[in-house]
Nanobody
Framework: VQLVESGGGLVQAGGSLRLSCAGS????????MSWFRQAPGKEREAVAC????????YYGDEVRGRFTISSDNAKNMLYLQLHNLKPEDTAVYYC?????????????WGRGTQVTVSS
């Protein structure tokens, strides 16, 4: 099983990025797919999740209205569109698989992609 994130980078506050996650050895239809992030010295924070059952989406309070999660399960691809970025969004963003959204009981995840937002 491998999840590989891409699309991170350095962006100014107010800018946008689109993160991608490519899966291999895994069938996205079998999992709820999530993004979480971790900043230096901080605990892991759930960002967004999309259910494989009904495609319902869930967002953390800090990103709701600014980030959008989507997936193309036929291609085993997961995306996160980030808008109106803030310096506090700076973190490593990880793609992860779990049985159900909201449990944050990730079964496996990728190595992450760095997002840095300058003020």
């Amino acid at each position: 099983v491998q999840l590989v994130e891409s699309g991170g980078g350095l962006v100014q506050a107010g800018g946008s990025l689109r993160l991608s996650c490519a899966g291999s050895g895994v069938t996205f239809d079998d999992y709820a797919m999530s993004w979480f992030r971790q900043a230096p010295g901080k605990e892991r924070e759930a960002v967004a999740c999309i259910s494989s059952i009904d495609q319902r989406t869930y967002y953390g309070d800090e990103v709701r209205g600014r980030f959008t999660i989507s997936s193309d399960n036929a291609k085993n691809m997961l995306y996160l569109q980030l808008h109106n970025l803030k310096p506090e969004d700076t973190a490593v963003y990880y793609c992860a698989a779990e049985a159900y959204c909201l449990y944050q009981d990730y079964e496996f995840w990728g190595r992450g992609t760095q997002v840095t937002v300058s003020s």
